[in-house]
């Protein structure tokens, strides 16, 4: 090797410890970028020619070192993980906050919820049952059932308002979608220009991966590779990008709440049409409009139904203070009078208590012609219709039942999401300290490039002194 072929391998090695420190501080400068992969600089020994001319050899050592490539330090494996523990904590917790706000609607245990409005009515209809003459206690009586018949609107109204703040959460969410795989298609282009011509794309990369993991709390997006350095998003077996291309997304489905079961909203593809099994997020909230709210909303109207037909039928075989039969105390809000009522018809929005005076109150159980013609003031059937309380069948034991389940499915739903918290937190470390930046290791490198630099330097210097003593000092020697 000769002096200047020499001088050209510190020249390489040089640079390749300037670059080494390049790297090393763009690591340390985004020590806290989320979305950050740490880089590398890989330094390869460059060869010594080993195509002979035609009359000599080259006994070389080599020539120097090259540090043209710098990679990000990522693990497939992890990040495929990654995003699929986050697109299943994302559907947890989707769930979870649902049954959170179904929770709220119905307000239970609580002063203001529908058991404890169950229960004031089972303790008027004892009053009644004790004064059955007494005007204000079936006074109360009414006033209690109004109360009732608000509580059971209130909570309905609340279901709904919960239904339609989900879907218009979905509708902004499959707007993100389809804004975050186009971002990702027009980066996949960028990154394919970049790799062709040679040029860094890792910065891209870290931005692309960003929006892929985004993707993947939203709908449970996948990634497979692609050319080029390009990647294509995958959500349940439908391509979503591949390469510079996007599908859009669109929710479709009914948007009103009485219909979620007949025609429940979904996401589909367009122009197509095809509905997509969407994970994470959206799959979440699917849920609660498909299941979650419209299966409550349905128990609260059989609720309604089940205290409207118990009661009525009972009301109507007793006898008010005039010694009139009894009218049907709960209706749809489309009758009146001595009408019969469908109870298939009510529901907990349009439920209604019809009787509007004390005196029609039908507590008694004996007709004027059994008392010789006078209006009966016993309170028979006062009394059989507080003792409904105690019926293993009734209103009340089925609302409580409503109340269990819907408090058992909160508990596991939130056990569930504890779960998966730790083990997407486990999954995000291990991601982390394969392509997480750490400050410690970054100093090590500093100071191992920085003595590199050191050491390369001294190298020229005396490779220079080399060759001064040969160029200025040989030919003296002969003189």
Not at 39 to 48: C, K, P, S, T, W
């Amino acid at each position: 090797m000769s002096g200047f072929s020499s001088l050209n391998v510190a020249r390489t090695a040089l640079w390749a410890s300037q670059r080494g420190l390049d790297v090393t501080g763009q690591n340390i400068a985004n020590v806290n970028t989320e979305g950050y992969s740490r880089q590398r600089a890989e330094l390869q020994a460059i060869g010594a020619n080993t195509v002979p001319a035609l009359y000599s050899v080259s006994n070389e050592v080599g020539g120097g070192v090259s540090a043209d490539k710098v990679i990000r330090i990522r693990d497939a494996f992890l990040e495929g993980r990654g995003q699929t523990e986050h697109a299943n904590q994302a559907n947890l917790t989707a769930a979870k906050d649902a049954l959170s706000q179904v929770e709220q609607a119905f307000r239970e245990p609580g002063d203001t919820g529908i058991q404890s409005m169950l229960t004031d009515v089972s303790s008027a209809w004892d009053d009644v049952a004790n004064h059955p003459e007494n005007l204000a206690a079936r006074s109360q009586l009414l006033q209690r059932a109004e109360t009732l018949v608000s509580g059971l609107h209130a909570t309905k109204a609340s279901l709904d308002g919960q239904w339609n703040q989900t879907r218009e959460n979905l509708q902004v969410l499959v707007s993100d979608v389809n804004a975050a795989a186009g971002s990702i298609a027009r980066l996949n282009e960028q990154i394919k220009q970049a790799t062709i011509t040679d040029q860094p794309a890792n910065d891209l990369a870290d931005k692309r991966d960003l929006l892929v993991m985004t993707l993947a709390e939203k709908v449970g997006a996948t990634t497979t590779p692609g050319e080029d350095g390009a990647v294509n998003v995958v959500v349940a077996g439908t391509t979503l990008v591949a390469g510079n291309k996007a599908l859009t997304l669109v929710l479709d489905g009914t948007s009103d709440p009485d219909a979620a079961i007949s025609d429940p909203p979904s996401v589909v593809t367009v122009p197509a049409g095809s509905k997509l099994r969407v994970g994470g997020t959206a799959q979440g909230q699917l849920a609660t409009l498909t299941t979650i709210v419209p299966g409550y909303r349905t128990a609260l109207d059989g609720i309604a139904q089940k205290l409207a037909g118990s009661l009525n039928d009972v009301h109507v075989t007793g006898y008010d203070l005039t010694g009139t039969g009894g009218n049907p105390m709960f209706d749809d809000g489309t009758g009146a009078g001595p009408t019969p009522v469908n109870p298939l018809t009510i529901t907990a929005s349009n439920i209604r208590v019809r009787i509007k005076q004390p005196a029609e109150v039908a507590a008694a159980s004996l007709s004027p012609a059994a008392t010789g013609g006078t209006p009966s003031r016993d309170g028979g059937i006062a009394d059989k219709i507080s003792g409904m309380r105690l019926d293993p069948a009734g209103t009340e034991a089925k609302y409580r039942q409503l109340v269990v389940q819907l408090g058992v499915q909160s508990a596991v739903a939130t056990r569930n999401l504890d779960i998966q918290s730790v083990i997407a937190t486990q999954v995000d470390a291990s991601r982390d300290s394969v392509a997480g930046v750490s400050i410690d290791e970054e100093m090590t490198n500093m100071l191992q490039f920085q003595h590199a630099y050191s050491a390369a330097g001294r190298l020229v210097t005396a490779i220079d002194e080399t060759l001064d003593t040969l160029i200025n000092h040989t030919g003296l020697v002969g003189r």
